[in-house]
């Protein structure tokens, strides 16, 4: 702790706004901490807002409070956090515990009271100050992997009052970090058509040469006018081989600071910027996070600390100049990337580019397009700046252009399905065709009157109508009909659907509703006679699933248990 202390005073990115408290917040968990995912890593359409920890590929461990305090909100979804926990101290932060896999027995009855009452396994619920207090070092949880999670880990956040999220290592946590940052490419960009690097106008690819130490030369490149660069860069921490996020970025050109960024604290409604600050085509087709080291138009991050000239170089004819780049880790582990640059004047004439048959975007303006029985509305500043797209209808696919532009808002999509019999627009959906195989993923999709359906999509792509005729698909996977399961802790069911997927699910016993947790990951619903509402010893079971656009089918038997 006191190692940690110091090194965090020596580092150079001073955290001279916010003095965090160091030791007033223990670990949530009683083995060493070691990160799976670091807080602000880069994740699609987010940073990450917390810190992953490994739970040695187990469920079930302890969950400590990281101090005293009361339990001001848990939620229990299917996707994102899964069973969560927030506690409130008296400080003033708030800690969050997430993908558990159950609640210590208080507040696990507190939870469940709550599930039978609204009949869900997903709630939300507030207790009030006085209702769930917590001391000290109690066991709150035991971690899990509900939620969309990919494996058995802690999600652990540390907020701060505005609800703004703080990486928790500034408050003490201690993680072995003695690897350095690597970097696994780089880029430059021009900034318009005057500017040119090795002779190209756009988005270069530089050629990375690791030195024997651990930094990083960069082929000398030629260049002119306003440039910048992007680079693509990991960290990681001792005794673990993921791939996590570094924590700062800073760059210098000639000696002067031009760009500084830092991953210590965000607010939720500017995560989705990440698509701003990533380079977004070469993520959505090459699964390259490239980090741009300079800040277009649009962009609001918080993350930047120090810019010059939005961290583009300007590069004069017959010069000699050098850009470098810093990249920290947490521990202050450095890393750096020498880009020499030959100013050489070069003027080319403007490519032409074919924009005959596309549709151009003002961004700050709403746009609406029309084709066929398709309307489809791009807010104003959906787009971060004007663009050239393709938009085409053919038999109820739209082309929306392909996901390479980021988009700061959901498009909506509108299909007029008057030439549908009334019997068939029950059973459509809106769907998104994902991948090469062109799946037909189900968008939240909403009728309107006059035989019109809608969808919202944050991204642009394909879409197309599709119809689901079929209910899904219920089997037991533990027991069968008419059987004694009087030493049975859980009944288990598989549950799937195809097309437009599970919606929902309500099952019974003599008519009575029981709580049924659902995890997505492995298609099951789980029933726990622990909950101590089956009492009689012959009983009727009843479960009915429902998919997207309303196909259920019904799941019946009868078990007996003394
Ligand atoms: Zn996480």
Do not use: C
């Given at each position: 702790?006191?190692f940690?202390?110091?090194?965090?005073?020596?580092?150079?990115?001073?955290?001279?706004?916010?003095?965090?408290?160091?030791?007033?917040?223990r670990s949530?968990?009683?083995?060493?901490?070691?990160?799976?995912g670091?807080?602000a890593?880069?994740r699609?359409?987010?940073?990450?807002?917390?810190?992953?920890?490994?739970?040695?590929?187990?469920?079930?461990?302890?969950?400590y409070?990281?101090?005293?305090?009361?339990?001001?909100r848990i939620?229990?979804?299917?996707y994102?956090?899964?069973?969560?926990i927030?506690?409130?101290?008296?400080?003033?932060?708030t800690s969050?515990?997430?993908?558990?896999s159950?609640?210590?027995?208080?507040?696990?009855?507190y939870v469940?009271?709550?599930?039978?009452?609204?009949?869900s396994?997903?709630?939300?619920?507030?207790?009030?100050?006085?209702?769930?207090?917590?001391n000290?070092?109690e066991?709150?949880?035991?971690?899990?992997n509900?939620?969309?999670?990919?494996?058995?880990?802690?999600?652990f956040?540390i907020?701060?009052?505005?609800?703004?999220?703080?990486?928790?290592?500034?408050?003490?946590?201690?993680?072995?970090d003695?690897?350095?940052?690597?970097?696994?490419?780089?880029?430059?960009?021009?900034?318009?058509?005057n500017?040119?690097?090795?002779?190209?106008n756009g988005?270069?690819?530089?050629?990375?040469?690791?030195?024997?130490?651990?930094?990083?030369?960069v082929?000398?490149?030629?260049?002119?006018?306003?440039?910048?660069?992007?680079?693509?860069?990991?960290?990681?921490q001792?005794?673990?081989v993921?791939?996590?996020?570094?924590?700062g970025?800073?760059?210098?050109?000639?000696?002067?600071k031009?760009?500084e960024?830092?991953?210590?604290?965000?607010s939720?409604?500017?995560?989705?910027?990440i698509?701003?600050?990533?380079?977004?085509?070469?993520?959505?087709t090459?699964?390259?996070?490239?980090?741009?080291?300079f800040?277009?138009?649009?962009n609001?991050l918080?993350?930047?600390?120090?810019l010059?000239?939005?961290?583009y170089v300007?590069?004069?004819?017959s010069?000699?100049?050098?850009y470098?780049?810093r990249?920290?880790d947490?521990?202050?582990?450095?890393t750096?990337?020498?880009?020499?640059?030959?100013?050489?004047k070069?003027s080319?004439p403007?490519?032409s580019v074919?924009?005959?048959?596309?549709?151009?975007?003002?961004?700050?303006?709403?746009?609406?397009?029309?084709?066929?029985n398709?309307?489809?509305?791009?807010?104003?500043?959906?787009?971060?700046?004007?663009?050239f797209i393709?938009?085409?209808?053919?038999?109820?696919t739209?082309y929306?252009?392909?996901?390479?532009?980021?988009?700061?808002?959901?498009?909506?999509?509108?299909?007029?399905?008057?030439?549908y019999?009334?019997?068939?627009?029950?059973?459509?959906?809106?769907a998104?065709?994902?991948?090469?195989?062109?799946?037909p993923?189900?968008l939240?999709?909403k009728?309107?009157?006059?035989?019109?359906?809608?969808?919202?999509s944050?991204?642009l792509?394909?879409?197309?109508?599709v119809?689901?005729?079929?209910?899904?698909?219920?089997?037991a996977?533990n027991?069968?009909d008419?059987?004694?399961l009087s030493?049975?802790?859980?009944?288990?069911?598989?549950?799937?659907?195809?097309?437009s997927?599970?919606?929902?699910?309500?099952?019974?016993?003599?008519?009575?509703?029981?709580?049924?947790?659902?995890e997505?990951?492995?298609?099951?619903?789980?029933?726990d006679f622990?909950?101590?509402?089956?009492?009689d010893?012959?009983?009727?079971?009843?479960?009915?699933?429902t998919?997207?656009?309303?196909?259920?089918?019904t799941?019946?038997a009868?078990?007996?248990?003394?």
């Amino acid at each position: 702790m006191k190692f940690l202390y110091v090194s965090l005073f020596l580092s150079t990115f001073a955290f001279s706004q916010v003095e965090y408290p160091t030791d007033y917040f223990r670990s949530p968990l009683d083995i060493p901490i070691i990160p799976s995912g670091t807080f602000a890593e880069l994740r699609t359409n987010h940073f990450h807002a917390g810190l992953d920890i490994k739970t040695q590929q187990r469920e079930g461990l302890n969950i400590y409070t990281i101090a005293e305090g009361y339990v001001s909100r848990i939620k229990v979804s299917h996707y994102g956090y899964g069973k969560v926990i927030y506690i409130t101290h008296p400080n003033g932060y708030t800690s969050v515990y997430g993908h558990l896999s159950s609640y210590a027995p208080t507040i696990e009855a507190y939870v469940k009271a709550k599930q039978y009452q609204q009949e869900s396994y997903e709630v939300e619920m507030f207790p009030a100050v006085d209702e769930l207090k917590v001391n000290a070092d109690e066991i709150i949880a035991y971690s899990g992997n509900t939620g969309s999670s990919g494996g058995p880990h802690l999600h652990f956040e540390i907020r701060d009052q505005q609800e703004r999220t703080i990486n928790p290592l500034l408050f003490g946590l201690d993680v072995q970090d003695r690897k350095p940052p690597f970097v696994s490419g780089i880029y430059a960009y021009t900034k318009d058509e005057n500017s040119f690097v090795n002779g190209k106008n756009g988005r270069v690819e530089l050629r990375l040469i690791r030195n024997k130490n651990k930094d990083y030369n960069v082929e000398s490149i030629d260049a002119y006018g306003t440039i910048g660069f992007g680079v693509i860069s990991y960290d990681q921490q001792d005794l673990a081989v993921n791939q996590n996020g570094i924590n700062g970025l800073q760059t210098f050109f000639n000696g002067h600071k031009k760009f500084e960024m830092d991953f210590n604290r965000f607010s939720f409604s500017e995560t989705r910027h990440i698509n701003r600050f990533l380079d977004y085509e070469l993520y959505k087709t090459r699964r390259s996070r490239i980090q741009k080291l300079f800040v277009e138009k649009g962009n609001v991050l918080s993350l930047y600390k120090d810019l010059d000239n939005d961290g583009y170089v300007k590069v004069a004819d017959s010069t000699a100049s050098v850009y470098k780049i810093r990249i920290t880790d947490f521990h202050g582990n450095e890393t750096w990337v020498t880009v020499p640059i030959n100013g050489k004047k070069m003027s080319k004439p403007p490519l032409s580019v074919d924009n005959t048959n596309k549709t151009y975007i003002f961004a700050e303006q709403p746009t609406n397009l029309n084709e066929k029985n398709v309307n489809v509305f791009i807010p104003a500043n959906s787009f971060y700046e004007d663009a050239f797209i393709d938009f085409k209808v053919s038999n109820d696919t739209v082309y929306l252009h392909k996901d390479i532009i980021p988009l700061q808002k959901n498009v909506t999509i509108q299909y007029d399905v008057s030439n549908y019999k009334d019997s068939d627009i029950d059973k459509l959906y809106i769907a998104e065709l994902i991948g090469n195989k062109q799946y037909p993923s189900y968008l939240n999709t909403k009728r309107l009157e006059n035989k019109i359906l809608t969808a919202s999509s944050n991204a642009l792509g394909t879409y197309a109508l599709v119809m689901d005729t079929q209910g899904p698909k219920i089997s037991a996977l533990n027991f069968q009909d008419k059987k004694w399961l009087s030493n049975y802790r859980y009944l288990k069911f598989k549950i799937t659907d195809d097309l437009s997927g599970i919606s929902n699910y309500r099952a019974t016993i003599n008519g009575k509703w029981v709580l049924m947790e659902y995890e997505y990951k492995t298609n099951t619903l789980t029933f726990d006679f622990n909950d101590n509402v089956v009492n009689d010893t012959k009983n009727e079971l009843k479960l009915v699933v429902t998919d997207n656009v309303g196909n259920s089918s019904t799941f019946e038997a009868t078990f007996f248990r003394k």
